[in-house]
């Protein structure tokens, strides 16, 4: 019984290491083209103060925003937000990108790095339909489909009129608001379409809890 213990306590530190050094780069699945970037390396210690300052109330009050105002309320009152374990989860890094078409509709494309967590997260697939139906999300589905002789799938969370596409990919978690732009981080091969000073400036280590950079261009093009 302690051989058959041992190993199994040795076959997840192994997993974990590997999850730990298997890794995707984040700027290979952000696509172009964004208004604004955001990183942050621990996406708690960005959003925790922000979450009791009154200015948070009016930005989420906002028609383009106001999506995100129930969850944020509900987290503002959380026992959460003391619980360490929480944190520790919530204390990933964060890429993010901000797109505006022509018509100056928004959407988002964000990458979380788990690290060492993505050992869990890897798996996903063998598990999610299980976890959908013992906790009934109704707003949870899995996507299923055929590329050729490969089958792969994706999570869509559906809130009110909006879609999330969800997908874990090795060390990363992909989000976005928009089918076009989550296609196009699947394709992992952004990173070629940005200049080495490009890739310096955003690879850059973040000085303050939230760094953001503006391409003025693309905003421009995007409100005129």
């Not at 041992?6 to 700027?27: E, F, M, N, P, R």
């Not at 383009?64 to 204390?91: C, H, I, V, Y």
Request: proline share 4%; charged share 20%; aromatic share 12%.
């Amino acid at each position: 019984l302690s051989i058959f213990l041992l190993v199994i306590i040795l076959s997840i530190i192994g997993w974990c290491v590997y999850s730990a050094w298997d890794k995707q780069s984040s700027l290979s699945m952000l696509p172009v083209g964004y208004s604004t970037y955001l990183r942050t390396d621990s996406a708690w210690d960005a959003i925790n103060p922000m979450i009791d300052l009154q200015a948070a109330d009016i930005f989420l009050s906002s028609p383009n925003f106001s999506q995100f105002r129930e969850p944020f309320m509900a987290l503002r009152g959380s026992p959460l937000r003391t619980n360490k374990l929480f944190k520790t989860l919530l204390s990933r890094r964060v890429d993010a990108g901000l797109y505006l078409d022509q018509n100056s509709n928004q959407s988002f494309c964000a990458l979380i790095d788990l690290g060492f967590l993505s050992a869990v997260t890897r798996p996903v697939k063998f598990y999610i339909q299980l976890l959908i139906d013992k906790f009934n999300i109704e707003n949870l589905s899995i996507i299923k489909y055929s590329e050729g002789n490969k089958k792969k799938f994706h999570l869509e969370f559906k809130n009110g009129n909006s879609i999330y596409y969800i997908k874990p990919v090795k060390n990363l978690v992909l989000i976005s608001s928009n089918k076009e732009l989550f296609d196009q981080g699947l394709t992992a091969t952004n990173d070629k379409f940005y200049t080495q000073e490009k890739k310096a400036m955003l690879l850059a280590k973040p000085i303050l809890p939230i760094k953001l950079v503006v391409d003025a261009r693309q905003l421009a093009l995007s409100l005129t």
